[in-house]
Every structure is written in C-alpha cells, then in structure tokens.
C-alpha cells in the first residue's frame, strides 16, 4: 500500500512531468480530445487550450493559426496509429485482417481514435493542406493492401485498383459502424471486413481457374 506522502509526491511527479511535457505533444494531443469528446464545431483554438492546460499564447507560438495546428496534430495521429501496425507482405488472410483490424472501431480506444479521423476528414474538405495529410494516409494504406495482393499474382494496375476498392470499402464499414453500433456490432464489422479480403482471394481463384482453362 502506499503511504499518503508517497502518493502526494507521486502526484506531484506526474503533474511536473505533464508541464515539462513536449508543448507541441500537448497540444495535438487536446485537438484529439477535443475532436473526440465535443466534435469539429468545438475545435477552437481557446477549446484546445483549455484542454492542454495551457495559453493561447503557447499554441499561437508554435502554431500560426488553427489550421497549422490542426494539420500537426493529424499528422502526429496517424504517426501514432500506424505505428502499431504490422503488414503482411505476403497474401495472409489473417495478418491481412489483423492489419484491418487495427483501424475498425472494436472497441472504446479505436472508436475515439476514429472519431478524432472523421472529424480530420469533415475538416479536409475546405483545406487544402489538411487533404494532402489524407491523401498520404490513402496512398500509404492502399500502398499496403497493393503490395499482398501483387502476391497473389495481379498485375499492378489491377492490384491497385482492387486495394482502391478495398480501401474505399473498409472506410464505409468504419463510417457506419461508428455511426450505428448496435448494428455494427464488433462481430458483424469482422464478418464484413473478412468478408471484402475474401472478395480479393475469390477474384484470384477464378482468374486461375480462368489461365487453367485455356491450357
């Protein structure tokens, strides 16, 4: 058990440690809260800073404007999000969908991550730098999903275009199932997401059963 003066000095740590903390960390970290906990229409600066435990004046010497900061804080997310993810560089269908599984809203934790990437999403359609970020995360996750499916012996015009479907169909599924979770329960958004890499190996099967035919 820990002694009170112990605990106190415990806490008094930790609270030093999130003041000494990397100010730019702090504030990306409050854009996600605060896209997570009060959505898009509450990312103000003043709301950031509030979050942060911090001044406008901090963010404003690290960050120009909203935007700029915003556009770090995305950048940061998908740094953190992707670090954690191992992808398979062979056609493995279960490495394929634990990959998946890493972005779909199982659980509490990826829920919050996602709703913080809807709200980057709502905001990228009126800035043209905060699109750029996502069209490097698209390219990098299609990027991913072309490289096993080349294994599975498509030519790569048709393995891009098949990993563009996947990836399109995938960001539906996660819209949704955020969207309605009682419907989209943790099981069926499974089903659904092993059912499209499963689209991908039946494409292949008949494109062999088609090359044998013709021997």
Excluded at 32 to 38: G, R
Excluded at 141 to 162: K, N
């Amino acid at each position: 058990m820990v002694a009170p003066a112990e605990a106190s000095e415990k806490q008094s740590e930790e609270t030093m440690h999130d003041a000494i903390r990397n100010p730019i960390e702090r504030i990306t970290d409050a854009v996600c809260d605060v896209l997570a906990e009060q959505g898009v229409t509450a990312l103000s600066m003043r709301n950031v800073a509030a979050r942060a435990d911090a001044t406008i004046g901090l963010i404003t010497h690290h960050f120009p404007n909203r935007a700029a900061m915003v556009k770090a804080a995305a950048r940061a997310s998908w740094r953190r999000d992707a670090a954690g993810v191992v992808w398979p560089e062979t056609a493995d269908r279960d490495a394929v969908l634990s990959a998946v599984k890493s972005f779909l809203p199982l659980d509490a934790v990826r829920r919050r991550r996602l709703a913080v990437w809807i709200g980057y999403w709502a905001l990228a359609q009126h800035d043209p730098d905060l699109h750029e970020i996502h069209d490097e995360v698209h390219t990098a996750l299609r990027g991913h999903h072309q490289r096993w499916i080349l294994t599975l012996g498509f030519a790569s015009e048709e393995a891009q275009r098949m990993a563009d479907r996947l990836c399109v169909s995938l960001d539906g599924l996660m819209l949704y199932a955020l969207l309605y979770p009682d419907h989209w329960t943790p099981e069926r958004q499974l089903e659904a997401a092993g059912g499209m890499i499963d689209d991908i190996f039946a494409a292949c099967a008949r494109r062999q059963a088609e090359m044998d035919s013709l021997k």
